[in-house]
T-cell receptor, first 111, second 114 residues
Framework: GQNIDQPTEMTATEGAIVQINCTYQ??????LFWYQQHAGEAPTFLSY????GLEEKGRFSSFLSRSKGYSYLLLKELQMKDSASYLC????????????FGPGTRLSVLP | NAGVTQTPKFRILKIGQSMTLQCAQD?????MYWYRQDPGMGLKLIYY???????DKGEVPNGYNVSRSTTEDFPLRLELAAPSQTSVYFC?????????????FGPGTRLTVT
C-alpha cells in the first residue's frame, strides 16, 4: 500500500532551526515534494528530491534517503511568516501521475 | 498568466443535488488533478488527466466524474451530493519542467453538503 507519515504539529521559536520529518512507503517512487500551505490557502511548491542527498534553496533545505524511505525539510532562521502546514508528497512511479500526500505538519513559530 | 483558476470559491449544496466545479489553467500544462482536503488532513487525489481526452482515477474517485475536452479545462462533477463530500477541493496542473512535475494549485472551492 501507500503510506506517508509526518508529525502532526511542531512549535519553534523565531530565528531558530526546525526539521520536519517524513517517512513513506509506496509501491513505486519517482520523486518527493515538499509544499507549504498557509491556513485557508492553496499549497505552494517548496522543494523536490529524486536522488539521495540534500537540496538547498535559501533558508529551506530538503534531504532524501530512498533506501530508508525518509525525507526531511529543514527551515533555518525561522520567521513568523513560516507558520504554516508543510506537506510531504511522493509521486508514485508505478501509477503515472499519482501523487500521494502526507497529512501535513502544522508548524507554529513563536516570537 | 492567471495560473490555475477555480470557480466557485464557496458553495452550499443540499443532499442529493449535483454540481460542477470548474477548473482552468493557462500554462499549457498537460497534467491536471483534482484533490480534496478534509480539515486537518492532507490532500487526497480524486482524478487526474495526462492530456485532453485522457483521465484516470485517483485514490478517492467514488461519487465524482471528470472530463477533459481541452488542455485548459478540467471540470469535476458531483452527482447526488452527500455530507461526506463536504471538503475543500483543489485543482492543480503540472508539466515536466526542469526534470520535475511541480504542481501549481488553484485557490480551492469550499463545499458544504447539508
Amino acid at each position: 500500500g501507500q503510506n506517508i507519515d509526518q508529525p502532526t504539529e511542531m512549535t519553534a521559536t523565531e530565528g531558530a532551526i526546525v526539521q520536519i520529518n517524513c517517512t513513506y512507503q509506496t509501491s513505486g517512487f519517482n520523486g518527493l515534494f515538499w509544499y507549504q500551505q498557509h491556513a485557508g490557502e492553496a499549497p505552494t511548491f517548496l522543494s523536490y528530491n529524486v536522488l539521495d542527498g540534500l537540496e538547498e534553496k535559501g533558508r529551506f533545505s530538503s534531504f532524501l534517503s530512498r533506501s530508508k524511505g525518509y525525507s526531511y525539510l529543514l527551515l533555518k532562521e525561522l520567521q513568523m511568516k513560516d507558520s504554516a502546514s508543510y506537506l510531504c508528497a511522493v509521486r508514485d512511479g508505478n501509477y503515472g501521475q499519482n501523487f500521494v500526500f502526507g497529512p501535513g505538519t502544522r508548524l507554529s513559530v513563536l516570537p | 498568466n492567471a495560473g490555475v483558476t477555480q470557480t466557485p470559491k464557496f458553495r452550499i449544496l443540499k443532499i442529493g443535488q449535483s454540481m460542477t466545479l470548474q477548473c482552468a489553467q493557462d500554462m499549457n500544462h498537460n497534467y491536471m488533478y483534482w484533490y480534496r482536503q478534509d480539515p486537518g488532513m492532507g490532500l487526497k487525489l480524486i482524478y487526474y488527466s495526462v492530456g485532453a481526452g485522457i483521465t484516470d482515477k485517483g485514490e478517492v474517485p467514488n461519487g465524482y466524474n471528470v472530463s477533459r475536452s481541452t488542455t485548459e479545462d478540467f471540470p469535476l462533477r458531483l452527482e447526488l451530493a452527500a455530507p461526506s463530500q463536504t471538503s475543500v477541493y483543489f485543482c492543480a496542473s503540472s508539466s515536466l519542467t526542469g526534470g520535475r512535475y511541480e504542481q501549481y494549485f488553484g485557490p480551492g472551492t469550499r463545499l458544504t453538503v447539508t
